[in-house]
């Protein structure tokens, strides 16, 4: 199992992700904000596309806490890394800021998007072994 931590932004808005690359699959944990914690998970399986058999896509089914809003960012990451890496993606995240404004809520998930951008470049799946 390869182990990999990335982080993007400063203060009360850094996101830091651990990808854990379990063979052919991955298990990715986000946290940032105030309180890390777990408020949403989603596990991204490949198929191919509806509309073009040759292209992947992915399914996505997702958990989300009550009260938690992290539900549409690990339905983004789960489903961009299954389609991108062809493997199965288990995603969960806590990101927690007090009374955040729109403003915190857009710089998070701009730093979300950077955490996406660079496991996308930075994760090697194991080619499958018999």
Known sequence: MKVLQFSAG???HMLEA???VCGQDLNVCICGGTHYHVGACALGIPRPSLND???SSA???VLTAVGHKEDEMVREAA???AKKFVCRVCVSAGVHIDNATKEDIRML???FLQLL???EHQVNILPETE
């Open 109 to 111: 998930w701009e730093n």
């Open 18 to 20: 651990v990808i854990l």
């Open 53 to 55: 058999p040759s292209v």
């Open 10 to 12: 400063t203060g009360i």
């Open 59 to 61: 399914s996505v089914s």
């Open 79 to 81: 489903h961009r890394l």
């Open 117 to 119: 951008d660079e496991t």
